[in-house]
């Protein structure tokens, strides 16, 4: 009987838990029918006998309602699932989220000794591997810094307290210097923005260095073209006052009159070119004018001294300094066409007077206008043509093959040259009748030169 009522347990457990009326009337009638249940009052009892009979009637009813199961019994798994405690959700008891209060209260980081405000310990800096609160380090380092501590080491407490930091900028080196003004300049020379260059040098240059940028500057444009010598006494003329003063300019123009002999070895004609410079910073009230006339200075050599005598030359023109804003000419395109084509005949005419190559080769590259070199050519044929002799024939010719070989004047400006020629022949022999004759012979002395005649050119020569 009691197996059949463990059974009964088992099976019925949900309803037990649920508390179901019918469990009770099982659970009361199995202790009854028991042997040593506290229902039994034994066998001595006198009362024994009509309990019996009652407790056999019982246990003939109770038999059917708690017989065992014909299957297997099967018992059901709980299931099992991971809660996280920091989720701060309990579930009720038999849940699977559910922590029995004293775990709750064991794991919790809070304080327990009722006067703190439920914050985490020691500020969150407790716990196992935890380095501690931050800004705690120092307080140990003053800890230990004790003087009465045997083992204190007062220099080492000297080195690191009685310390002063300052903030230190690097110099840049004089070469470091220099190295970026070249790269300005040359940048200038390209986008001709002052105010650019101005914003550059304020980040860079230092104090004792600023003479630099009068060297530098004009060091780099004695080694260019007009223009670009022009375009630098402006930028002069718009630092000054802003980022060099005018004992910086003449400090730069003494370390140029120092360095001249150094400076001709690249460019010959240096101290000419020098005193431009110098003529033009007067004229544009940078450097006082009593500089330039101090040409007989002991310090300076006599390439140094000739840059100052030319310089003042320039100033004592009886046309004023007026005239100085033009001492690099008017550059490149920027010229008249009538005024270039003008400039190419007198230099034509030189050449044929004095049939120096050099010269006129210094001439055209001074001009600046290689676009425009097929205007020489159309000058230069027709000059030959109205000279109608053969002396300046082989000087032209001389002149073009030159020109070819050094590569002055592009094949493509030479050919475009002798074909306004011949596309003008009708209107040039209106003036020269024998203007044919001439241009024929004039090519073939030209192809008998040199190769700088292309075949296509010399077979389109204009007939009558």
């Known amino acids: 009987m009691e197996l059949d009522s463990a059974a009964v347990l088992e099976n019925g457990g949900k309803q037990l838990l649920n508390g179901g009326s019918g469990g009770t009337e099982l659970l009361s009638n199995g202790a009854g029918g028991s042997p040593g249940g506290e229902g039994s009052s034994g066998p001595g009892s006198p009362a024994s006998g009509g309990e019996a009979a009652a407790g056999q009637e019982g246990t003939a009813a109770g038999g059917e309602l708690m017989k065992k199961p014909a299957g297997p019994l099967t018992k059901r798994v709980r299931k099992l699932s991971r809660s996280n405690s920091k989720d701060g959700v309990l579930g009720v008891a038999g849940t699977p989220n559910f922590v029995a209060p004293h775990r709750k209260w064991k794991n919790s980081r809070r304080s327990r000794n009722g006067y703190g405000r439920g914050l985490p310990k020691k500020g969150g800096a407790g716990g196992k591997g935890v380095w501690g609160k931050p800004g705690s380090e120092e307080v140990y380092d003053e800890l230990d810094e004790d003087p009465n501590d045997p083992n204190f080491d007062i220099d080492a407490y000297n080195s690191s307290h009685n310390v002063e930091l300052k903030e230190i900028v690097p110099q840049p080196t004089e070469a470091e210097v220099a190295k970026k003004l ?29 003479p630099l940028v009068t ?52 460019t010959p004609d240096a101290p000419h070119l020098l005193g431009n410079f110098i003529a033009r910073a007067v004229a544009d009230d940078c450097i006082p004018p009593k500089y330039a006339y101090q040409s007989e200075r ?8 000739a840059a100052l005598v030319r310089a003042t030359t320039l100033l004592s023109m009886h046309d004023g300094w007026g005239q100085l804003d033009n001492v690099w000419g008017v550059g490149g395109a920027l010229r008249p066409v009538q005024t270039i084509t003008q400039q190419m005949s007198y230099l034509l005419q030189e050449y044929l007077l004095s049939r120096d190559l050099s010269e006129a080769q210094r001439s055209i590259k001074e001009l600046e206008v290689p676009h425009f070199h097929h205007e020489l050519i159309y000058e230069a044929i027709i000059m030959t043509l109205e000279a109608f002799n053969e002396s300046t024939e082989v000087a032209i010719c ?27 022949m009708t209107d040039i022999v209106l003036d020269i009748p024998l203007a044919y004759s001439i241009l024929d012979r004039f090519i073939q002395r030209c192809q008998r030169a040199g190769s700088f005649m292309s075949e296509a050119l010399i077979k389109d020569i204009p007939t009558r």
Do not use: W
């Not at 002055?408 to 596309?423: A, D, K, L, N, S």
């Open 182 to 210: 070249e790269t300005i300049i040359l940048e200038y020379f390209e986008h001709g923005d002052t105010r650019e260059v101005a914003d550059a040098l304020d980040e860079l240059l230092p104090p004792g260095l600023k």
């Open 298 to 305: 002991e310090d300076l050599d006599r390439h140094g001294q």
């Open 398 to 424: 001389e002149l073009f093959r030159t020109l070819d070989s050094t590569c002055i004047v592009t094949p493509e400006q030479m050919e475009q040259g002798f074909r306004r020629v011949y596309e003008d």
């Open 215 to 266: 060297k530098t500057f004009v060091s780099v444009a004695l080694e260019h073209k007009q223009s670009q010598r022009e375009l630098t006494s402006v930028l002069m003329s718009d630092l000054y006052g802003r980022i060099v003063t005018r004992e910086d300019i003449c400090a730069g123009f003494d370390l140029l009159l120092a360095n001249l002999a150094d400076i001709m070895l690249d």
